[in-house]
């Protein structure tokens, strides 16, 4: 009923280059390979490829590629995957480009002949913009380029980009796929055999790896995530329509509710198993003012302000300050994320304790 761990790094061997399947758990473990198999299956994939982080992941994808390769990004992407990008692997003779990946002309005018990836997240993080999982995908098979989706806002549960034709999802299963903010973890998922043997060897030449303790944890945690992501959902839809007139907040941000610009989309894109639209946890508002947020901080008790997301518990933070503090303040004003931004991440608590817990805090 409840699979083994296997705490070893190494195995005993039949002989010199013969063995059961295992050698080192560098290069593979049973409890992380059972892991991969199930987070695979989840995102209707062949392939899965577990790292120790979500960061880790995003960066073995990027290390497929060679010296003057380019490749396209969201602008409105996670904080530390534009550090790793920016500060990092563009030293070693990478180039990344940022645009607006809602529309299709802006990401088809940058495609170049060394384009490689388009990188892009749905719904980002934290504005909760979406892009035509779809429609990008037929633009990158008309110009040779691979489509990777970080599908961490959503998790399997609420999106299968592979079934739009993405060729690669990664998620950081820190979020709701370990869904308790106990482990970290990430992970690459694909059907194209090619491209998971490339990937392995990454994730066993570079070791990036999670344990067989946090593999266990996240065979334990799929166990629920459909029940947990699916509360979460509900709550925030509960949650974002009765807060979407409220006099204190200038603005409210979710793909559920009819005002948002891409709500269409997200009904066709973002499905549960059943196939019933689902919208996510996440809600961001705009407070107007650094002001307003502060009161809002000091007064909320059940949201615990912390950096994260998707965990049964329910979190606020400031993207301009905590997740996003590395993106420079001139790229965060053209996109609109300000200071008096926040960012709900909506847990599996009463959703009425929420609610008060909210409008209570925005009492001036």
């Known amino acids: 009923v409840s699979p083994p761990i296997h705490f070893t790094s190494t195995y005993q061997q039949i002989g010199v280059g013969k063995n059961h399947g295992f050698d080192y758990s560098r290069a593979a473990n049973p409890t992380r390979q059972r892991y991969e198999e199930n987070i695979a299956s989840l995102e209707s994939g062949n392939y899965g490829i577990a790292f120790a982080s979500g960061m ?55 495609i170049k002949p060394n384009t490689k990836w388009i990188f892009l997240e749905t719904p980002t993080n934290p504005l909760l913009e979406l892009c035509d999982i779809k429609a990008i995908a037929q633009l990158c098979k008309s110009h040779d380029v691979k489509l990777a989706v970080d599908n961490t806002f959503m998790s399997p549960y609420g999106q299968n980009p592979l079934a739009f034709g993405a060729d690669l999802v990664m998620h950081s299963a820190t979020k709701s796929i370990g869904g308790h903010s106990d482990l970290l973890g990430g992970v690459l998922i694909t059907n194209e055999k090619e491209l998971a043997d490339r990937l392995y060897f990454i994730q066993k030449s570079g070791g990036a790896v999670p344990s067989a303790f946090d593999c266990w944890m996240l065979l334990r945690s799929t166990k629920t995530m459909g029940l947990r992501v699916q509360k979460q959902s509900d709550n925030a839809m509960a949650l974002a329509h009765r807060l979407e007139s409220h006099p204190s ?35 961001s508002m705009e407070l107007g003012s650094v002001e307003a947020r502060d009161h809002f901080l000091s007064k909320i008790q059940l949201f615990t302000l912390a950096e994260s997301l998707g965990g049964v518990e329910s979190l606020v933070c400031v993207p301009f300050g905590m997740t996003h503090g590395s993106v420079p303040v001139e790229i965060k004003n053209e996109i609109g994320l300000t200071e008096g931004l926040i960012r709900l991440s909506v847990g599996i608590e009463h959703v009425e304790d929420l609610y008060a817990d909210i409008t209570q805090a925005l009492k001036k």
């Open 249 to 283: 907040i200038e603005s409210i941000m979710y793909p559920g509710l009819e005002s948002h610009p891409q709500f269409e989309l997200a009904k066709c894109q973002q499905l549960n198993s059943d196939g019933v639209p689902i919208f996510g946890s996440i809600i």
């Open 56 to 110: 880790a992941a995003t960066t073995a994808l990027f290390q497929t590629l060679t010296h003057g390769d380019h490749v396209i990004i969201g602008r409105n992407t996670y904080g530390g995957t534009y550090r790793m990008a920016v500060e990092v692997l563009s030293k070693h003779g990478f180039y990344f480009e940022f645009v607006d990946t809602k529309f299709l002309d802006q990401v088809e005018n940058v």
